[in-house]
């Protein structure tokens, strides 16, 4: 499956942004979709998954009741919608998918998509 993410742009904080992973190649129903970012001079890190089947999700802290993760199996497409956004939360956000059930492990994610940029001004 190849992944396409887009959405990214800049923001003042509080603002909001929705993110969006497409898939091709492969329907994105039997796939855990996660989202991780990286921020500059820093690892990637796990943001959030959504799994495939019942749609359970999982939230890294830092963005647990602020960010909400979806999916679109219609459309091929896993959202990130981002609200009250800070100035930390600026980077690359990176989404990739997974054959199984995931969680916060990057080395759980086989398929990988190119980055946005997401750049929150204080």
């Known amino acids: 499956v190849q992944l396409q993410a887009s959405g990214g742009g800049l923001v003042q904080a509080g603002g909001s942004l929705r993110l969006s992973c497409a898939a091709s190649?492969?329907?994105?129903?039997?796939?855990?979709v996660g989202w991780f970012r990286q921020a500059p001079g820093k690892e990637r890190g796990f943001v959030a998954v959504i799994r495939r089947s019942e749609s359970s999700t999982l939230y890294a802290d830092p963005v647990e009741g602020r960010f909400t993760i979806s999916r679109d199996n219609a459309k091929n497409t896993v959202y990130l919608q981002m609200n009250n956004l800070k100035p930390e939360d600026t980077a690359v956000y990176y989404c990739?998918?997974?054959?199984?059930?995931?969680?916060?492990?990057?080395?759980?994610?086989?398929?990988w998509g190119q980055g946005t940029l997401v750049t929150v001004s204080s």
């Open positions: 990739a998918a997974s054959d199984g059930w995931a969680t916060r492990l990057l080395a759980e994610y086989e398929h």
């Open positions: 190649g492969r329907t994105f129903g039997p796939y855990s």
